[in-house]
């Protein structure tokens, strides 16, 4: 599960998360919906440690991630597609990854195999087009088969059969019992895709609630 408790970061005067706190469990889709700036991905980055809190913290399974001993085999993320480049290829980028993180080989086949690159595993990244870097992503996410997975604006750029990819993708993992959450500025992408919802405004909870009970009170 995820829980952020009293987030707060500061960029200077700015502040992009202020006081937030909210639990995702795991089971379900859980929307992060805001407008752009709201703090939604700098949320994300301090569930992931890439950013410290200014106070406050963001916990995965009860820990924060600097003190995580496997942190790819509890959380999975996909920030930002454009942000995967370079000139290896594919299979070459996963098993990087994979090593670094002491996830076997076999592993880097069967993701791969599971996101549908399979046949583009020798393709260099930076050949790729928007829609198969944001699956080689997704594998990355997936390499070490975690329980707790995020997903930044998911659908931004892809075309329409990417789009459904993802969401069937998101609707299983929860099914199979992880905590998903993926953020959005668009509340047409929350009633497709989440359970439940928790709305950000200017870095703070606006509302936490089931998808149903938003879409019948408005
Ligand atoms: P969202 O993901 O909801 O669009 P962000 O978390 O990206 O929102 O941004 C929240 C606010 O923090 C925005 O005002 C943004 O400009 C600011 N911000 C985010 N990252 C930085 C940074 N590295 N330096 C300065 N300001 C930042
Ligand atoms: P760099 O690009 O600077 O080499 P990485 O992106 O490889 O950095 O890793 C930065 C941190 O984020 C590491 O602790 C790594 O374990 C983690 N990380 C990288 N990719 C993922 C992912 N898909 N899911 C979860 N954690 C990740």
């Known amino acids: 599960m995820i829980e952020v408790r009293e987030l707060s970061k500061r960029y200077g005067a700015v502040r992009a998360v202020d006081g937030l706190s909210f639990t995702v469990e795991p089971g379900y889709v859980a929307g992060f919906l805001g407008p752009n700036g709201a703090g939604k991905s ?38 930002d597609a454009n942000a995967v480049h ?27 195999e599971q996101v549908g690159l399979a046949g583009a595993a020798r393709r260099r990244v930076a050949a790729m087009s928007l829609g198969m870097k944001q699956r080689l992503g997704v594998a990355a996410a997936l390499l070490g088969d975690p ?45 497709v895709t989440a359970d439940r919802v928790v709305v950000i405004g200017r870095g703070r909870l606006i509302l936490e609630t089931s998808m149903r009970e938003l879409t019948e009170r408005f």
């Open 147 to 191: 329980g707790v997975l995020l997903f930044d604006e998911p659908v931004n750029g892809l075309d329409p059969e990417g789009i459904r990819w993802i969401r069937d993708l998101m609707r299983g993992l929860a099914a199979e019992g992880r905590t998903v959450l993926v953020s959005s500025h668009l509340m047409s992408e929350m009633a």
């Open 42 to 79: 700098t949320t994300m980055r301090a569930v992931l440690g890439l950013d410290a809190p200014t106070s406050g913290e963001a916990l995965v399974n009860g820990g924060r991630y600097a003190d995580i001993r496997r942190p790819m085999c509890e959380v999975g993320a996909l920030l």
């Open 86 to 112: 370079g000139g290896r290829s594919a299979v070459n980028h996963l098993r990087c990854l994979a090593r670094s993180n002491g996830i076997g080989d076999k592993r880097v086949v069967e993701v791969l």
